[in-house]
């Protein structure tokens, strides 16, 4: 967690987080983008789905209930 490195506050919390998030998001469209990913390469957009801070066990870990609503939008794209 953020705290072991001596990052206190929540609102930088927040910022590194979706620095990082956002940051990732660009990177991944380009691999999706390039022609070597074939198309087989897909970009699913989670934003938003966790909630507030109560559904997450530190900055990157979601609780249970959050991580079944991400695998069930993972297994409903699969099956499309």
């Known amino acids: ?5 001596g990052l206190k506050d929540k609102n930088d919390h927040k910022r590194v ?3 990082l998030i956002d940051t ?9 983008k390039h ?13 938003g789905m966790a909630g507030g801070a109560f559904n997450w066990f530190d900055e990157i870990h ?5 991580n079944k609503k991400f695998a069930d ?3 409903s794209e699969l099956l499309s």
């Not at 967690?1 to 490195?5: G, I, K, N, S, T």
């Not at 990732?24 to 999706?32: G, M, Q, S, Y």
């Open 1 to 5: 967690p953020m705290l072991d490195y």
């Open 17 to 19: 987080v979706k620095f």
């Open 62 to 66: 979601p609780k249970d209930h959050i």
């Open 24 to 32: 990732l998001e660009v990177t991944l469209k380009e691999v999706a």
């Open 35 to 47: 022609p070597a990913s074939k198309g087989k390469v897909r970009i699913l957009n989670f934003k």
């Open 73 to 75: 939008k993972i297994i």
